[in-house]
């Protein structure tokens, strides 16, 4: 019912069409109101701000899943830009390092940005400082 249109009467419509129809217009309206209820009270208090008052509950979940498809793309880009940023600095161990490279790898995937094993394992090679150009160079 929540991606449905509100219904309309049909003038030329018998009686009982009509009355058949003004049930699920009552239903549909009621289910409405219940509906942008709970998405409000459930939505996250920061989400509030960028999305306006929707006369139905359709309306308001298209907004809410346009506004959480940018949020996507905003945090796929700062978890790439980490990722690519990433430097071993040799203040911690190397397993630490590979971790975190690994820990934002899972996190691009888990927002739809799929990076492969193979060019993982660059991006640690690529990471490392000069004092293991060794390791870089039989790699």
Same mark, same amino acid.
């Given at each position: 019912m929540l991606t449905e249109d509100k219904s309309i009467i049909d003038p030329t419509a018998t009686d009982a069409q009509k009355a058949t129809t003004q049930v699920s217009i009552d239903k549909w309206v009621?289910?409405?109101? /219940?509906?942008? +209820?709970?998405?409000?009270?459930?939505k996250d208090p920061t989400m509030s701000g960028g999305i306006s008052e929707k006369v139905n509950a359709k309306d308001l979940l298209a907004v /809410?899943?346009?506004?959480?498809?940018r949020s996507v793309k905003s945090r796929?880009?700062?978890? +790439?830009?980490q990722l690519l940023s990433l430097k071993y600095d040799e203040s911690e161990n190397v397993k630490m390092h590979i971790f975190k490279i690994f820990k934002l790898v899972l996190q691009l995937r888990e927002l739809g940005l799929s990076i492969d094993d193979t060019l993982m394992v660059h +991006?640690?090679?690529?990471? +490392?400082?000069?004092?293991f150009e060794m390791f870089q160079v039989h790699y």
């Open positions: 009621k289910a409405n109101k /219940i509906s942008i +209820l709970i998405i409000k009270s459930s /809410i899943k346009h506004q959480f498809e796929q880009y700062s978890c +790439l830009c +991006l640690v090679v690529f990471s +490392l400082p000069k004092s």
